[in-house]
């Protein structure tokens, strides 16, 4: 059975669309200041590994909640440059990677987090306006799009959201591929991810927390007094410590099973014209995505380009995180062809970027969390792609677990247990490969989930993107 999106593209206009493009990620196509490098000794009360979304927002939230605390914040490379400059800036209220996914793992909890995901994108909002951020923050919507006949009872029966027909979703964004379309007003924002990170460093260095780039940590002893970090140029003495490493290997050996690195793909047009905007009739701004188990998802920018990513999400045997992964020419055509399957009308765009990043995957598809060298060490992993407004949550978990007190937060089942691990090489290559082969099967076969995928359901592991 063919889907929506095995269907002809001519191959030349894939090949001069994608002609033109730059490697690497749009939205770091701006200023970005400088912070110093580590050269010499230094002690803090808190020192946070990591300079994406959750060692920033752990850093301001920090600030916040003890002024007088010295804080400290190394980045390997540059603030933002890794997921947190790359993803296609869809904040989400959902804190487990959808609501179907969270009800399935938590269903007596369930609510709670709906609750608590909701509150942190309302904070986030708040956040946002009251450090005076400038971060392109839009309360856009979502509308997930069904393109296969099996998918539109899926989309009708969903327990949140206002159901669209098909004459009802084309009305919002015409694509002859929409079948009919579930539209959530209220749970998903969109924001410049890079300008989120950059701005979030400078709420950071304004509140007194210091900050080092191109100091990458290396090992962490906790065998005296004090917690140390060497970065190879010099030694970090901390009292307590956050890891918000995401993706990259955790400092924690006990912690490294629990996620593996998968790659993801976007593409990003040149500016639509109005002419071009008003072919595809897609007024509103709304975050864009379909429900197939291989999925896409498409927004657009403040100067309305289309920020096009997802379908394949790649792993690679041996877990490791290499920028030689991130140009692969074979995707960026595929997506290019589903670009012009879902939107034919715009058969004279030309893409200008063209990039790709490491998701920190685990085998329930949302961040857990864990504690280490008595309680002075907390961390946070696995956020699968749905990280830009967790990873504020993830922060503040991550803050309570150091002080030591129980929270709302921290009484969590979602924050007490952790996923299954995967296993070593070659088992979980093994596992993953058979996996997203039988997720690509079952888009072509009616949603119909064959014997792995069952089992993996019923054991609560899984794999996506």
Known sequence: MKT??????DSGLVTRSLAASAFGSMWLDLPRPEHPALSGAATCDLLIVGGGYTGLWAAVHAAQRNPGQRIVLIEAERIGWAASGRNGGFVDASLTHGHDNGKSRWPGEIDLLDTMGTANLD?????????????????????????????????????????????????????????????????????HPAKLALELARAATE????IYEHTRALSLDSS????????????????????????????????????????????????LTDAQLDRIGWRNRQGVGDCANQFHYYRLSADNRIVWGGYDAVYHFGRRVD????????????????FFLTFPQLDDIRFTHRWAGAIDTNTRFCAHWGTARGGRVAYVNGFTGLGVGAARFA?????????????????LDMVRRKPLPFPPEPLASVGIQATRWSLNRADHSAGRRNLLLRTLDRLGLGFDS
Request: proline share 6%.
């Open 123 to 191: 904070g986030m909002a708040a956040d946002i306006e009251r450090l005076g951020l400038d971060v392109e923050w839009e309360r856009t919507g979502m509308l997930t799009v069904a393109t296969e006949p099996h998918q539109v009872s899926e989309l009708a029966a969903a327990d949140k959201g206002t159901f669209l027909d098909r004459e009802q979703v084309r009305a919002e964004v015409a694509s002859p591929t929409y079948l009919a379309g579930l539209f959530e007003a209220d749970s998903v924002a969109i924001v």
């Open 207 to 210: 509140a007194g927390v210091v």
């Open 323 to 338: 920028p030689a992964y991130e140009d692969r020419p074979q995707t960026y055509r595929r997506l290019a062809e589903h």
């Open 224 to 271: 005296g007094s004090g917690l140390r970090v060497d970065t190879g140029a010099a030694v970090l003495t901390a009292q307590r410590v956050v890891l918000a490493t995401n993706v990259f290997r955790s400092l924690l050996r006990r912690n490294r099973p629990y996620t593996v690195p998968v790659y993801d793909y976007v593409l990003a047009t040149e500016p």
């Open 395 to 411: 922060a503040d978990v991550c803050l309570d677990l150091l002080d030591g007190k129980p929270t709302p937060r921290t009484e």
């Open 4 to 9: 929506a999106f095995d269907a002809h593209v």
